[in-house]
């Protein structure tokens, strides 16, 4: 019978060098493909200023006592049916935004 030979392992020198290779070639096309994509970028876009605008508002129709209804919905209601009293009331003026600088 014929006696297996184990196959001969590599030695740290090449596994080192190999390492150091496809870091430098990973390293390169990262550098590459960021400068690219900066250069493309800075020249045709401008910065973007993201702010949320809130506003809230409050609708109220006041109808004069004793005035024609117009619209259909209020026409199919009976004209003899009291209305409740109707009140208005006025939103809060919103709280002014903090100063804010550059350095904050």
């Known amino acids: 019978m ?7 392992r590599v030695g740290p020198g090449p596994v080192l060098w190999g390492s150091v290779a496809l870091f430098a070639v990973v390293f390169g096309l990262l550098t590459y493909r960021l400068s690219a994509s900066e250069a493309s970028a800075g020249a045709s876009s401008s910065p973007t200023v993201v702010r949320k605008v809130l506003e809230h508002r409050i609708v109220t129709t006041v109808v004069p006592e004793g005035a024609e209804p117009e619209s259909s919905v209020a026409e199919a209601a009976e004209p003899e049916a ?3 009293p109707t009140e ?13 600088t550059g350095a904050s």
């Open 2 to 8: 014929t006696e297996r030979t184990r196959p001969r």
């Open 82 to 84: 009291e209305t409740a």
């Open 88 to 100: 208005t009331f006025e939103a809060p003026e919103p709280e002014p935004e903090p100063v804010t």
